[in-house]
């Protein structure tokens, strides 16, 4: 009899020890799901007085875990007018540079809990057929947010087309435009791999990378290779320039996320006026990838896909030397006009 009590005893305790540890696993990833909500965005001080702050955020700890649906543009009409959801027009836009790290910074800064991100490239601004469609097709294309949060896109190809501060000027004259740059050569050499992988999917051959970067004729470096244009920042910085003030451009150091993310991201932060919310939680170094990934909660994080942090081919020596003595004076340029100095050769 005494056994069969002690039995039971020990059952009852082993089910409220399950339920105790199960109440406290869910309490702590909801907490660190919640922090991701908080719709944090003093941006232009639209934030109210600390009061109003703090019944927002109460208002807003029911809504919890709905959210990741209405980014993926799946919320009802009802929900959506029960939550105020708005598609809002971008705040911010990283307008390059392709393959400068445009995605990584995306998704780093898309950790803030004032900040979301639309998920695809929109090429409204680039695309005349897009552009066509008129500000509402491209609003429509924004993710659903709170109306306090800031909606960030990037679209790397805005940066060296023509048309595109123009039109991007006649939306919102005072947006802050993000330009993420790495050292001009390697990023030349990454759009290369780039385009290089593209071909070898489809079983095409291409060109060494040698071959498109120098002039056979005049064994200089050859101008008319985009990826090389690309690189020659000064040139297209200069022709935004016509439109917005330099001090509605952010410089992103490319080179530096890669290997040190945390206070670039903080940086983006102060220039989008955004309280500090992102930190080294967020962030972890992951030796198999051989880069930083996101981590948003104890029970979501994610590393960038494979297509980011390629392997580069080998390029001659003396060709990558040609290439940086040729980029020299545009950087030299490029640090005077943005006041961001890189210890480009
Ligand atoms: P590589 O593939 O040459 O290494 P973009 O998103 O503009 O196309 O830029 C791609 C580059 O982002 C990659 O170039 C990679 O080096 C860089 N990058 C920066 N941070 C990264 C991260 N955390 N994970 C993967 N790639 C990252």
């Given at each position: 009899m005494l056994f069969k009590q002690q039995a039971l005893l020990r059952q009852k305790l082993f089910v409220l020890?399950?339920?105790?540890?199960?109440?406290?696993?869910?309490?702590?990833?909801?907490?660190?799901?919640?922090?991701?909500?908080?719709?944090?965005?003093?941006?232009?001080?639209?934030?109210?007085?600390?009061?109003?702050?703090?019944?927002?955020?109460?208002?807003?700890?029911?809504?919890?875990?709905?959210?990741?649906?209405?980014r993926k543009g799946n919320a009802t009409k009802e929900q959506i007018r029960l939550h105020n959801l708005v598609q809002q027009l971008p705040k911010a836009i990283i307008i390059g540079v392709r393959k400068g790290g445009t995605r990584a910074l995306l998704e780093m800064l898309n950790l803030h809990p004032a900040v979301v991100k639309a998920s695809q490239e929109i090429h409204f601004f680039d695309n005349d057929e897009n552009y066509a469609k008129g500000i509402e097709w491209y609003r429509k294309k924004m993710p659903f947010s709170y109306p306090h949060q800031i909606t960030i896109e990037k679209s790397p190809a805005y940066f060296i087309t023509e048309e595109v501060p123009e039109r991007i000027y006649k939306m919102n004259s005072s947006i802050k435009l993000l330009i993420i740059v790495r050292e001009p050569t390697t990023r030349a050499i990454s759009d290369y791999t780039q385009v290089l992988e593209g071909k070898e999917r489809k079983n095409k051959t291409y060109y060494k990378f040698e071959k498109l970067a120098i002039d056979p004729n005049t064994c200089?470096?050859?101008?008319?290779?985009?990826?090389?244009?690309?690189?020659?920042?000064?040139?297209?910085?200069?022709?935004w320039l016509?439109?917005?003030?330099?001090?509605?451009?952010?410089?992103?150091?490319?080179?530096?996320?890669?290997?040190?993310?945390?206070?670039?991201?903080?940086?983006?932060?102060?220039?989008?006026?955004l309280?500090?919310?992102?930190?080294?939680?967020?962030?972890?170094?992951?030796?198999?990838?051989?880069?930083?990934?996101?981590?948003?909660?104890?029970v979501f994080n994610k590393c960038l896909a494979g297509s980011k942090g390629r392997i580069h081919p080998e390029v001659d020596t003396s060709v990558i030397t040609k290439l940086r003595k040729f980029f020299h004076p545009f950087n030299q340029k490029f640090y005077q006009i943005t006041g961001r100095t890189f210890n480009w050769p």
């Open positions: 020890g399950s339920l105790a540890i199960g109440s406290l696993l869910y309490l702590v990833a909801r907490v660190g799901s919640l922090d991701r909500l908080q719709p944090l965005c003093p941006i232009d001080g639209q934030f109210g007085p600390r009061g109003q702050e703090e019944i927002a955020l109460r208002a807003l700890q029911f809504k919890r875990g709905l959210l990741h649906e209405f200089e470096v050859n101008t008319k290779y985009k990826a090389v244009r690309t690189s020659i920042y000064t040139k297209h910085l200069e022709r016509k439109y917005f003030p330099i001090e509605q451009f952010h410089i992103v150091d490319g080179d530096r996320l890669i290997t040190e993310p945390l206070p670039e991201l903080q940086l983006v932060e102060k220039f989008l006026n309280p500090p919310r992102i930190s080294q939680y967020n962030l972890y170094f992951n030796a198999t990838r051989g880069f930083y990934c996101l981590r948003f909660n104890i």
